[in-house]
């Protein structure tokens, strides 16, 4: 009873906030999503070859990678309130001009419109895992990432089922779902303005809730770290390996309704039932990853062990999807990719958490942006491969993609395990603590 009453106390005003970055991610996925649902009918309808669809895709990630280098550092900058404002009204314009783009100038106008959406949704996770930093404990903070993560997939959900409600196989009225996003954008940026705050000066938020939210933290100056003092640590390269696997993650998002058209002969309008599977095992795996770690690390683990161990399961449990190829039933195959993304997103939202663990506060929204930049010039490379080897090879190139997809992240967690063996953390002048 006297537990109870303890946490009837401490209040869940931090919940509200993760709600809007729940809320804004979800907005971010299906933004990104709609043109990989509609690539087989968009292809179809402006003549695209495999070559101009990677191109289009590479114009996205070379944007959200150029965002990296600035838009972390612009948050760590402005804060969480301000900068997370900036991104979404920048993709949400973009994402918008989508709409108004002429099959004359189809290639050219896509390219364009997906680098601007590029740009701003690069700032859509360093804003989020620094709210995370912000407003909960070490100990909370994989499962509190693990829940607003999990949106991702609920983006990615709504995306076939919204397209496939409202276009035609031939594309007829394709440009409506670009316009979808813009008035929940606009309810966002009103909602998140009203209530956001940091902590220590949030007027609605009680004196138990504060202490518990810095149960575990140090208290850091106000001096910035810039870009050339994260560079030389081994622990912001040991993060960067982690998100080369966000290059998996978008083969699934941008490339999987393709594959499963040209290998199961699935259109537009049959791509939901697929893609929610998919995704709800991604969304199953954000919420067990984050369960998981923070679990082991109240058992009195130490968060070295508790994350890796977590991440090697993760790795083990993705193994399988190097054979999605050679299956013959379409609902195996996608049973495994869902397995798959489910791994992945344990993995990811574990390997986001090695940051806060490590670096201070203040740091953390450059250091997400500088290693979440490796993953999106990896991704970028993988693409054009893809798209060149489809073009010239067939689809022996898909056999490829997911081997690679399979093996990868046991080999780079031994990498980071390599860089980062004990995850010693580090002060605002980023010495190590003792």
Known sequence: MHMTNVTEKIGTYRYRILALVFMATTINYFDRSIVGVMAPTLQKLFDWSNKDYAAIMVSFKIAYGIGLLFMGGVIDKLGTKVGYTLSIVIWSIFGMLHAVIRPAFSLIGFITARFGLGIGESGNFPAAIKTVAEWFPKKDRAFATGIFDASTSVGAILAPFIVGAIVSVEGKNWQIPFLFTGVLSALWVFLWIRTYQKPEDHPKLSKAELAYIN???????????????????????????????????????????????????????????????????????????????????????????????????????????????????????????????????????????????????????????????????????????????????????????????????LTILGFVHLLMPKMTPLDDKLNYIK
Request: aromatic share 14%; glycine share 10%.
């Open 215 to 409: 149960s575990d933290s140090t208290e850091e100056n106000l001096e910035k770290i810039p870009w050339l003092k994260l560079l030389p640590k081994r622990e912001t390269w040991a993060f960067a390996l982690t998100t080369i696997t966000d290059g998996v993650w978008w083969f699934y998002l941008f490339w999987g309704a393709k594959f499963l058209a040209v290998q199961f002969g699935v259109d537009i309008e049959n791509i939901g039932p697929p893609f929610l599977i998919i995704f709800l095992m991604a969304d199953a795996g954000s919420l067990l990853g984050g369960y998981f770690s923070g679990a082991l690390i109240k058992k009195g683990w130490s968060i070295n062990k508790a994350r890796k161990i977590t991440m090697l399961i993760c790795a083990v449990i993705i193994l399988p999807v190097s054979f999605v190829p050679v299956i013959a039933s379409k609902w195996v195959a996608v049973f495994l990719i869902g397995l798959g993304a489910a791994g992945h997103q344990s993995w990811s939202i574990n390997s986001y958490t090695l940051v806060p663990d490590v670096f201070p506060k203040k740091a953390v929204a450059s250091v997400i942006g500088i290693g979440k930049m490796v993953g999106v010039a990896v991704a970028i490379i993988a693409d054009i491969a893809l798209g060149a080897v489809l073009d010239t090879a067939g689809n022996s190139g898909y056999f490829w993609a997911f081997v690679i997809a399979g093996l990868s992240y």
